[in-house]
């Protein structure tokens, strides 16, 4: 198997790239999160590869981080997602985020890569829970603890604002607090 290509990128063509290793090209599918951080044509670049044989192809698919691969092989070990739907889920959400939405049970955000329905996220969420690397599900400095402060959390990334500017939000917040009090005193906080 093929793990891994370092050569010139000799062309880009989204989704597609096509590699000079060593003179021979290799057609490599990338997520637009690789893509959009690919160097200039005719520049190196290592790819982390995932390659795919079937009876009628043989696929590489390349990934600039071991986390975004990693992801994309989980995404494709569940059962009715094969690699052109973990391509999009990628391309839709970086690894971070994904992983992030995993861990607080957040379909919505699955919902918004095209491609992906209301019952195909649920069966993400459900299938990749305890998957993916702890450490990614939780923003740095987050300290969601309850239910109900992962249900806040939730809120506020529907209404715009960063994973980030969420977690400071429901820092300041008691730990007890409900759901619809807690938007509300998270709100009044963020528009300060």
């Not at 995993?102 to 069966?123: H, M, N, Y």
């Amino acid at each position: 198997m093929i793990g891994r290509l370092t050569g010139t990128l000799a062309e880009k063509s989204p989704p597609l790239v096509l590699m000079d290793v060593g003179g021979v090209g290799y057609e490599v599918d990338v997520p637009m999160s690789t893509f959009c951080s690919l160097p200039h044509l005719g520049e190196r670049v290592t790819l982390h590869t995932h390659m795919v044989v079937r009876e009628d192809a043989q696929l590489l698919y390349g990934f600039l981080t071991l986390e975004e691969r990693e992801t994309f092989r989980q995404l494709i070990r569940i059962s009715g997602v094969g690699p052109r739907i973990a391509l999009a889920v990628l391309s839709g959400m970086s690894a971070q985020e994904l992983a992030q939405a995993v861990s607080q049970q957040q379909p919505g955000r699955l919902v918004k890569v095209p491609g992906i329905g209301k019952k195909t996220a649920e069966r993400l969420l459900l299938e990749l829970k305890g998957k993916l690397a702890p450490d990614l599900g939780v923003p740095a400095g987050s300290v969601v603890t309850s239910d109900a402060q992962a249900d806040i959390v939730q809120a506020l990334v529907a209404l715009g604002y960063s994973d980030k500017d969420a977690a400071a939000a429901i820092k300041a917040l008691p730990a007890d607090i409900g759901v619809s009090d807690g938007i509300r005193a998270a709100l009044k906080s963020l528009a300060r």
